[in-house]
């Protein structure tokens, strides 16, 4: 491992894989890596040297005050003046200021290691928070004690802490102490487990890495594309900044002596052809002589609901995403397939940094959405109320996807919006949609009335809820999304609909974004003519007259026509499309290796079996132009080949090792298909039109004092509600709907719907 220089392919390989391309860097990825610095630089990701003195400076003054709380906490016991002196407690930091790869004003991440006798729920949460309470220097104090990771954040000097709390089995804690070593571990709680993690994951993290600095550089942006493509948050169900970490570390090990620039374009090369749920991970997983519990689907019921296993690389390995749900993990691979699209284009300098890291225009992408108001009396009870809905926000998109058997799908929005003209009040936003390729009947609705009461149920077990707190969801239509949710509170402008001439196809479309665009504005304008095949038919427009038939966009011609359902064509019809000319072949005119060539017979074998006689024989058709292309460029032959074995080594990681016992996709589908079949199928609801009526329009049910009894018992974290538990629970859900006079009217009409990256009409 080294910060620099290029990782020599005798000095072995860091991953459960050998890499997949040894390359160095050319003058084209040196050019643009310089770009991509430029970039993150004027997009303000880099802090200056007074704001970076300033965070050592409380960093070592918080250092400081642990060391007296814990001596303070020592003669409180009784303990002699001597072992008072020697008591000694220590901070350590993690996440992205460890990493390296923090913004201006980015909170920093850190842990206090305790001896054994300074307990978390006593001293640590009453004591030091007392202490830090009477410093002028600290506000914003917020405890957490019962979260699943027992936290307290708090700002020093304006400087933003999260401060976790690790309780070790030593009566004194050596200023030289390495976490690193599992036997810190040994005798620990769940809780220090826990908190422990994240300083032990970050150190291996980077020591897995092939090169800090590319590392670094590389998830800067990454980081950077996620917050404004919106999947930038473990507590929506999306990915939060240790995810992103171990992707981007992962792609490092399989590319090793690239540059940040190629690095970005092969994480979305590699990870839009993943298949979920195989696990990433940057070392095996070890069992550990502690017995501690680590990331089994052989073993854990539950660890085979979760839908996108990224494992952390340190003793005991665990699923760092198991938030993510099926309609976010949708979410997240469009996004990686746009991507991939967006550098391909800039391979060709038809894209560049900005394109890749555009904002993603959520109340532009949706029909309808669920708008979740939130309100408290002060500020104080917001900031408390707030964050304990914000943590049960992904249990409302596990009960939608229960309720509808997964037909209903569900994009929340990561951030929240203020509406500045009500005090104490804040919304959230999820946009929802029908799942893509499944048929629909007209008017068909989804009511979800007796989901979102449970909801609200849950959330209302609040511990310390109070009067004021309160809380209400609306169905909305996307015509009225309120204006406080827009930049500057102005509505932004549709995309007006394309003229075009009676009967002839609009002009080919140049984006897959302007597509998206096209189709939006025409069917929202009440036009059926335009229509977007499946993603997997070369993702390209198409375009229908009243009459049915299709027509080819223009210079399209030499793609395949969409494909109908298995057996739906004759012979003579699977043979007629077969024999059409394919891209990149016929034509090319270049050389491809024998790797090709393997390739292509490996798939055709892998077809034959399959139900649909037209892919069988138009690869056969690839196949044949493929052995006998004329090889006209050594040059030429090179690169593809390169590519080619490239795309087989993608191939044989993306879609997992036989040997894993972590591969466990079968069984992953039958649980699913199970969890699906339990739930009643009174769920659904059909009628011609669809009515959208918000709860004041009903008797609505406040979470007043005393309308719900809290029960501490009853509490579960957010990271212990499963899918699973989901299922087992949703028999209720009906009769709590038919015993409840005053839920509210949610009726999600939604007909057949057009995508394209990741929009919908």
């Given amino acids: 491992m080294g910060s620099s220089g290029l990782v020599k392919k005798t000095n072995g390989h860091l991953g459960v894989t050998e890499p997949i391309s040894w390359s160095g860097p050319s003058e084209v990825d040196v050019l643009k890596t310089q770009e991509l610095e430029k970039f993150l630089a004027d997009a303000g990701l880099y802090e200056s040297q007074e704001e970076a003195v300033s965070r050592e400076e409380v960093l070592g003054r918080l250092d400081q005050i642990v060391k007296v709380w814990i001596k303070n906490v020592s003669r409180a016991r009784g303990f002699s003046e001597q072992f008072v002196q020697e008591a000694n407690a220590k901070i350590f930091t993690f996440g992205s200021y460890r990493l390296g790869v923090h913004g201006p004003g980015a909170d920093i991440d850190t842990l206090c290691v305790g001896p054994k006798h300074a307990t978390r729920e006593e001293d640590f949460f009453v004591e030091l928070h007392n202490m830090l309470a009477e410093m002028p220097e600290v506000s914003e104090l917020h405890p957490v004690p019962d979260a699943h990771v027992p936290v307290m954040g708090f700002k020093f000097n304006g400087v933003s802490i999260d401060l976790l709390y690790a309780r070790l089995s030593l009566w004194v804690i050596p200023e030289d102490l390495d976490i690193s070593v599992d036997s810190i571990l040994q005798n620990a709680d769940e809780q220090t487990v826990r908190s422990l993690n994240g300083c032990r994951v970050t150190d291996q993290i980077l020591r897995l890495v092939p090169n800090i600095q590319s590392f670094r550089t590389t998830l800067r942006c990454m980081r950077l594309w996620a917050k404004r493509r919106g ?62 519990p680590v990331w089994d689907p052989r073993r854990n019921p539950r660890d085979r609901h979760h839908q996108m296993p990224i494992i952390t690389p340190a003793y005991p390995c665990m699923n760092s995403s198991y938030n993510v749900s099926s309609s976010t993990l949708r979410v997240m691979s469009e996004e990686f397939k746009r991507g991939h699209e967006v550098c391909e284009a800039m391979e060709v300098n038809k894209a560049d940094w900005n394109t890749l890291c555009e904002p993603y225009p959520f109340f532009e992408a949706y029909k309808n959405y669920l708008e979740i108001d939130i309100a408290a009396e002060n500020e104080d009870d917001l900031r408390k109320w707030k964050g304990w809905v914000e943590s049960r926000l992904r249990t409302l998109t596990l009960k939608i996807e229960r309720d509808t058997f997964g037909m209903l799908q569900c994009h929340p929005h990561p951030g929240d919006f203020c509406d500045k003209t009500k005090l104490f009040h804040c919304s959230y936003f999820m946009g929802l949609q029908r799942k893509q390729g499944v048929p629909s009947h007209e008017g068909e609705q989804f009511d979800i009335r007796a989901t979102v009461e449970e909801f609200k149920l849950t959330v209302g077990l609040y511990t310390l809820w109070k009067p004021g707190m309160e809380i209400q969801v609306h169905h909305i239509k996307r015509r009225n999304v309120p204006l406080f949710v827009f930049p500057g509170g102005v509505r932004p402008s549709r995309p007006a609909k394309p003229a075009a001439a009676d009967g002839q196809p609009p002009a080919k479309t140049k984006s897959l974004a302007q597509a998206g665009k096209v189709g939006a504005a025409a069917l929202s304008n009440g036009d059926k003519t335009a229509v977007f095949v499946d993603e997997s038919i070369n993702r390209k427009a198409l375009v229908t007259d009243p009459s049915g038939s299709v027509q080819v966009p223009e210079g399209s011609e030499k793609h395949i026509p969409p494909v109908p359902a298995c057996g739906t064509f004759s012979d003579k019809e699977a043979e007629h499309l077969a024999m059409k000319p394919v891209d990149g072949l016929a034509e090319s005119g270049t050389g491809l290796s024998e790797a090709a060539i393997e390739s292509k017979k490996r798939k055709l074998e892998a077809v034959q079996s399959d139900c649909s006689p037209i892919d069988s024989k138009r690869l056969a058709v690839e196949l044949k132009e493929t052995e006998h292309m004329a090889v006209k460029s050594p040059e030429a032959v090179a690169n593809a080949s390169s590519k080619e074995d490239e795309a087989l080594a993608i191939e044989k990681i993306t879609n997992g090792s036989p040997t894993n016992p972590a591969s466990l996709p079968e069984e992953i589908d039958e649980l699913e298909d199970y969890n699906m079949q339990e739930e009643p199928a009174q769920k659904f609801e059909s009628g011609l039109n669809c009515k959208s009526v918000e709860l004041s329009a009903v008797k609505e049910v406040t979470l007043q004092a005393g309308t719900i009894h809290n029960d501490d018992k009853s509490i579960r974290g957010i990271e212990e509600l499963e899918p699973m538990e989901l299922s087992a629970i949703s028999s209720s859900a009906p009769a709590s709907a038919s015993n409840t006079q005053r839920k509210p009217l949610i009726r999600i009409s939604l007909s057949s719907s057009v995508k394209a990256t990741g929009k919908t009409a």
């Fill in 231 to 292: 999947i930038y948050s473990n507590v929506a169900g999306f990915l939060g900044g240790i995810n992103w970490a171990l992707l981007v570390a992962r792609i490092c090990q399989l590319y090793p002596n690239a540059l940040p620039s190629m690095l970005v374009s092969r994480f979305f090369r590699v990870f839009t052809q993943w298949r979920w749920p195989n696990p990433v991970m940057l070392c095996n997983i070890e069992e550990g002589s502690l017995g501690l």
